[in-house]
């Protein structure tokens, strides 16, 4: 019977690879997310992360007619906005629950078009319309509703 010696166990040799100053691992790191934040491409991260404000574009939005009673049709139009830009209008009654409209997607020249009907029980008054959009195009305008 033969007698076999047990396997040696060795560990490698840890000499070849001497561990990184600790400065040699934060430089590193700390030009990298300097990089980060600092590169104009990704400067609305930083705003978003940071709390700095983004870039606001004025467009337009036209209400027709100005006036008119509560049930009548009236026709929302915003213009200046970038080609394919998603927005919504938003309608604030005085005194009373705001409406947000569905999303609307500009078209090539920029526009949207929609319809807003104020419903029995809203209020009469002057009511804000607001324009937005989410690559920051912004307008509003007023329209004036009077009882029926």
């Known amino acids: 019977m033969a007698f076999l010696a047990p396997p040696i166990l060795t560990r490698p040799s840890m000499s070849a690879t001497p561990l990184p100053a600790p400065w040699k691992l934060r430089l590193p790191a700390l030009a990298l997310a ?3 934040v600092l590169t104009p491409a990704c400067s609305r991260v930083s705003h ?12 337009t939005v036209t209400v027709a007619p100005p006036k008119g009673a509560v049930g ?4 929302l139009t915003a213009s200046g906005f970038r080609p394919g830009e998603p927005m919504t209008f938003e309608v604030d009654p005085p005194n009373h629950k705001r409406f947000v409209g569905p999303s609307h997607t500009a078209g090539p020249d920029g526009k949207v078009v929609s ?3 104020p419903q029995p029980g809203d209020p009469p008054g002057t009511y804000l319309v607001k324009a937005t959009g ?3 195009t912004r307008a509003q305008s007023r329209v004036d509703i009077t009882a029926t």
């Open 115 to 117: 319809v807003y009907t």
């Open 34 to 36: 300097s990089a980060v």
């Open 72 to 75: 009548t049709s009236f026709s």
């Open 134 to 136: 989410s690559r920051g």
């Open 48 to 59: 978003k992360l940071f709390g700095g404000g983004g870039t606001t574009r004025n467009g």
